[in-house]
């Protein structure tokens, strides 16, 4: 289950890059996003919005894979002898 959700937030992560980095300028009419100018607003914005989701996906995705979800209940309490 675990990794049906990393590959859900890796292929939307993607998604917005290739649409902002890619499809945007060519759209816009120019080479790349930072030959932008007569905006800079705009090119800063999604700047910030990119490191935010960066940073967003990348704590999703190593919380998914890495949290501990604590003592699993039934056998293992019963070894250890509590009730």
């Not at 937030?9 to 890619?22: C, K, Q, R």
Request: charged share 15%.
């Amino acid at each position: 289950m675990s990794w049906i959700a990393i590959g859900i937030l890796s292929t939307v992560y993607m998604f917005m890059l290739a649409y902002i980095y890619v499809y945007l300028p060519f759209e816009i009419g120019v080479p790349t996003l930072y030959d932008y100018h007569k905006d800079p607003d705009i090119v800063q914005g999604l700047t910030i919005f990119l490191i935010m989701l960066s940073v967003f996906m990348f704590t999703a995705i190593f919380r998914i894979l890495f949290y501990n979800k604590g003592p699993k209940r039934g056998k293992n309490l019963e070894a250890r002898g509590s009730s």
